[in-house]
């Protein structure tokens, strides 16, 4: 889990070229938590320094790639004080230090539990924290349960951000990559999203939700083959923006034509419906947060649910095995889609919105996004799979059009 928390990172600069900058830059710290000055009332008088990323420090001074600033481990000494139990051992297993988060695994007198900085604001911890307690005390699924503090609260704000315990799954294991086990992956997604329906949030959470995000989605990504089209050509000397170059147009029209099966879909009727009759996407679900334990598979890392329709999930974990497989395999497929509709059967409606994200060049647009941000890396080291993911996208509308046939009235991808 570690390896996957610490993002592509490179001390590099980029060139100053004329190429258009991203549409979102890193916030400041003060960015970063608001401008409520109530977020550090808890740590007030203790301890009023804000939690800052710190992957950078990691880059320049060659640190452990599990370092966590001395700053941030007396935060979470202070942190532990507020819970009924005594601390025997600490160990860092991951970080998000890009965004000023982390997680121990830390050993007390009363068992293991994971102590975890959430890296997001609160008003947004608040929601996935809520929907945690929902699914565990109200649907008993197989998610952590947050351990309170002695004064019966689910987290300590500190920091600028949101600290909370939970309890530690022992003997937790991958399963296996084969068709079988990602069976198991798309049966356990499908449950988690039929228990997260009927989650309300507390009312001090600021409600996550990406259900109206769809056409703004496609539309940014629409937005964005220009602005690679514009890193390519101010960086023509590689050979790697020739590729790129090369599909541009195409995945282009790809985008189009998605964006106007969205707008004749049934989508807007189900946005319209709103939250109360959506469930929650995991947006990070995978090997990683989805393992086996003696019970059966359970979920961690809740940190990014947000309502949605929740079909993007099952979409990104086909996505993820297509390519992982190297090929657009339809019995995969359909075994993914039958394993996942055992536990959380897919209306045609949603079926439809599944068949038009898989659509998208999505495959493509996640390898290359991060060409904006350092094109010399990107295009020296990030290149030699372009062919595959390339190919990948321009293999996949016959069995696009197999699944379509599997239900009447779909989309059509010929």
Known sequence: MADKLQNNRSNKKPENRSVPKPEHQAPTSTQAVGNNSSLNQSAGKNNPQLIKPWAQEIIENNLDPLYVPDYIKEMAKEVVKSYDFEVQQWTVMALKDEQGGAIWKIDTNKGPFSLKILHRRPMKSKFSLGAQNYLVK???ARVPAIVQTKDGEDYVEMGGKLWFVAKWIEDLREVAEDLEGTKKLCYALGEFHKLSRGYKPPADAEI???????????????????????VANAYDEYSG?????????????????ARARLNNSSYHEIA?????????????????????????????DLDGVAFDIPIRDLRKLIEERIHALGEWDINWIREMITAYEQAHPITDETYEMLLIDLSMPNLFYKHVKDIIYDPPTFLTTEVDELPTVIELEE?????LQELASDRKGGPTFK
Do not use: C
């Open 138 to 140: 109200e649907k008993k």
């Open 208 to 230: 996550q939700t990406r259900l109206h995000r769809w056409p703004r989605t496609y539309e940014r990504v629409e937005l964005k083959m220009e602005w690679f089209r514009n």
């Open 241 to 257: 923006s020739q590729t790129i170059l090369s599909v541009l147009d195409t995945f282009e029209k790809h985008v189009q034509e």
């Open 272 to 300: 319209a419906r709103g939250i109360e009759d959506a469930a929650l996407v995991h947006q990070d679900y995978g090997w990683s947060n989805a393992q086996m334990g003696d019970e059966g598979m359970w979920i961690i």
């Open 395 to 399: 293999k996949k509308w016959p069995v």
